[in-house]
């Protein structure tokens, strides 16, 4: 179950990360505030919840539809430090991105339960 969670959320952000690379919709910033509350989160440990693998298909579909969404306030918050036309391509970008994840959910969903482990993505090790 831990596996095909993990899963999900490495497809998602490989997904969003493809898709807006070198751009400011894919970038991510967090406050000082935001990153303290993160800590203490991360001391508390994961709640248990996210170790409750979704058991259907239509679930799965429903948390990857979440993350795309949350993706997209994400990339969208992201672009308010942007200005001007700047800010208006970053939003536009955003919501390409985050219709094209809507419209390929279903085969981003197969793509995590297809997973199965975790991968090394360092690179060739020499």
Do not use: H
Not at 54 to 77: F, S
Not at 98 to 111: C, F, G, H, P, T
């Amino acid at each position: 179950m831990k596996r095909s969670i993990i899963g999900a959320m490495l497809a998602a952000g490989l997904a969003a990360g493809f898709a807006g690379s070198g751009s400011t919709a894919a970038a991510q910033s967090t406050s000082p505030a935001m990153a303290q509350q993160q800590q203490r989160e991360i001391a508390r440990g994961d709640p248990a919840r996210w170790m409750k693998g979704d058991g259907t298909e239509q679930a799965q579909l429903a948390t990857k539809r979440k993350e795309i969404g949350a993706a997209l306030n994400e990339a969208l918050n992201d672009c308010k430090a942007s200005a001007g036309a700047e800010r208006k391509a970053c939003v536009r970008e955003a919501r390409e991105t985050y219709s094209r994840d809507m419209a390929n959910a279903k085969e981003l969903v197969a793509q995590s339960n297809g997973m199965g482990g975790v991968y090394d993505t360092a690179g060739p090790s020499e």
